[in-house]
C-alpha cells in the first residue's frame, strides 16, 4: 500500500485589465495504490487520485479524481508478464475553470482528458542483468559534512 497526501497553499498575484486579483487559495491532493496478490499468482492493483476544489485569482477550478484498475500475472517462471489495465473506470478526470469575477465575464471553460481506456500489455525479460554500477565511497571529511 502506498497513500500520498499534500496540501498546497498559494496568493498569487494576477493583473487581469488594470486590477490586481491575490485571492488566497488552499487545495489538497491524495493518491495512492493498493496491491493484493492473488491466487495462482495474480496481482490486483488499484490506484486513485483525488485534487480539491483550489484555484489561482482568477479562477476556481473544480475537483477532479480518477481511479484505475489492473490485472498482472507473470508466465514462464516470471520471464514472460501480461497485464491488463482500466485507466480512469468511472471517467471523472475532467476538469471545469469557473471565472471568479462574474462582473467582468461569465466565463466557464471545461476541459475532458479522454483517460478512459483499456491496455494491454506484454512483456518478456531474455535474462539478468549482471552489470554492477561503480559504487563511490565517501570520504573522511564528507561523512562528518553529512554528504
Known sequence: MNNTVRGNYSKEQRPYHGTTYAIPVFDYTISGSQVF???????????????????????????????????QKSWIRGKLNTKFTYYDIFDT???????????????????????????ISLSYSFGTSTHKGKQRRNSEEEGRAGM
Open 93 to 119: 478526470y475532467k476538469v471545469k475553470y469557473t471565472f471568479r469575477e462574474k462582473s467582468i465575464i461569465n466565463n466557464v471553460l471545461n476541459h475532458w482528458f479522454g483517460n478512459r481506456r483499456a491496455a
Open 37 to 71: 496478490t492473488l491466487p495462482k499468482a495474480v496481482t490486483f492493483d488499484i490506484s486513485y487520485f483525488y485534487r480539491s476544489l483550489c484555484g489561482n485569482g482568477l479562477y476556481i477550478i473544480s475537483p477532479m479524481s480518477s481511479v484505475d484498475l489492473s490485472l
